[in-house]
C-alpha cells in the first residue's frame, strides 16, 4: 500500500525559507521518479520539481528556478523540497507524488501516487 505523507508547510513572510518533507512507505523509493505539485485555488495544478532516483538530474518550474531546491535521502524514504525568498505567489497546497513506475531513462509526465499535501502561505 502506497502512501505519501508531506509536512512542514506553514505561514511565512515574503523572503523566508520552508522546508517540505515527503515520507514514503509501500513501494521500492529509491528507484521512482518522485515530484512535487502545488495547486492554488482558482489554478490548474503546476510541477515545480522532480528528481529522478539516482538525483543525477532534476528538474523545475521556471516559477522557482534558483529557489527551490529538491532532494530525497535514499536511506529515509524521504523527499524533500527547500524553499527559499518565497513568494505570495508560491501560496498553494504543495503535494508530492511517485511514479508508478520503475525508473526508465526519464522521469514521467503524469505520476500515479500522491499525497494528501501540505499549505504553504505566504504573506
Known amino acids: 500500500h502506497v502512501q505519501l505523507v508531506e509536512s512542514g508547510g506553514g505561514s511565512v513572510t515574503a523572503g523566508g525559507s520552508l522546508k517540505l518533507s515527503c515520507a514514503a512507505t509501500g513501494f521500492r523509493f529509491n528507484d521512482r521518479c518522485m515530484a512535487w505539485f502545488r495547486q492554488a485555488p482558482g489554478k490548474e495544478r503546476e510541477g515545480v520539481a522532480h528528481?529522478?532516483?539516482?538525483?543525477?538530474?532534476?528538474y523545475y518550474a521556471d516559477s522557482v528556478k534558483g529557489r527551490f531546491t529538491i532532494s530525497k535521502d535514499n536511506a529515509k524514504n524521504t523527499l524533500y523540497l527547500q524553499m527559499n525568498n518565497l513568494k505570495p505567489e508560491d501560496t498553494a497546497r504543495y503535494a508530492c507524488a511517485a511514479a508508478k513506475q520503475p525508473f526508465g531513462g526519464s522521469c514521467p509526465l503524469t505520476y500515479n501516487y500522491w499525497g494528501q499535501g501540505t499549505q504553504v502561505t505566504v504573506s
Open positions: 528528481i529522478r532516483p539516482d538525483t543525477v538530474s532534476t
